[in-house]
């Protein structure tokens, strides 16, 4: 895995910047940035087959930070990267999803990876979304807002039915994703709902965001309803005291590499161009 950074003019500032030179397959690779580093995040299937969750932070000038060579591990389980997004005071947000066959359906997760500033990636703590060990609803049920009482950071994932979440409305005109903005201490969970037609395609993203600015972003991924069924989305904000569990390394149990079963929604990547 190799980035480039290219300026807001298209001018390419450097290119083929190491960011995973080492055995393996690596794939899903997607990129946050926070106004000062980025944080590269990817797949990484191990030559004993087990799958884990790596990232590598890169910094504003293009260097990969000290003693993060190789990158360091985010989590182990059989999953895909979706989406990063950097918020304001030094905290990640990851999406992924969880394979079928461990889990009984696809399900979305937040993980969340505090900066350790330019320190090894061992003093990075890693945190679990409330409610703690990674509990999710399923992807029937997926997350859509979710916010840091008393922090700098906004995070929240948003649903659509285009890739530029401009009118963030499924075509069966039901509002997915509404405008409104909750306070953070507002300790309440509030309920939206739509309906995905039938082959239908749904975008998700997860997105970062400080007071007064603009959200920071990646790319759209893609979820594609089976043309056979219908899928209900129910989606729960949450804007109450956070509980986080804390894993320190970030380790997680050892299990086989899953994929999805029969019948069950798959999650495909848009074709798109991205870099640093």
């Not at 990484?44 to 890169?58: A, C």
């Not at 989406?83 to 992924?96: E, N, P």
Request: proline share 8%; net charge neutral; glycine share 10%.
């Amino acid at each position: 895995i190799y980035g480039t950074r290219i300026s807001s003019s298209g001018r390419i500032l450097d290119a083929r910047i190491p960011i995973c030179v080492k055995t393996g397959e690596q794939a899903s690779e997607t990129v946050g940035w926070d106004g000062e580093n980025y944080l590269v995040a990817w797949d990484n299937l191990r030559e004993d087959g087990l799958t884990e969750l790596q990232g590598i932070r890169v910094s504003r000038r293009g260097a990969v930070m000290p003693l993060e060579q190789g990158g360091f591990e985010i989590m182990q389980a059989p999953a895909g990267i979706a989406d990063v997004a950097g918020g304001a005071s030094g905290r990640w947000a990851v999406l992924y999803t969880r394979f079928a066959r461990e889990l009984g359906n696809d399900r979305v997760f937040l993980r969340f990876v505090d900066d350790c500033d330019e320190g090894p990636a061992a003093d990075c703590s890693f945190h679990q979304v409330h409610p703690p060990d990674n509990s999710a609803v399923s992807s029937l049920e997926p997350p859509v807002f979710w916010w840091e009482p008393g922090d700098l950071d906004h995070f929240r994932v948003e649903f659509s039915a285009d890739d530029s979440f401009t009118g963030p409305m499924l075509r069966s005109g039901k509002r997915l994703v509404a405008g409104t903005s909750y306070r953070p201490d507002d300790p309440t969970w509030a309920r939206i709902q739509g309906l995905a037609a039938p082959g239908e395609a749904i975008y998700w993203r997860v997105v970062g965001k400080a007071r007064g600015s603009a959200g920071v972003t990646s790319r759209p991924s893609l979820f594609i309803v089976r043309p056979e069924r219908a899928v209900p989305i129910t989606a729960q904000i949450f804007s109450g005291p956070w509980l986080p569990s804390v894993e320190g390394s970030g380790r997680t149990t050892r299990v086989p590499r899953a994929r999805s079963g029969a019948g069950t929604p798959r999650l495909k990547r848009p074709p798109a161009a991205h870099s640093l």
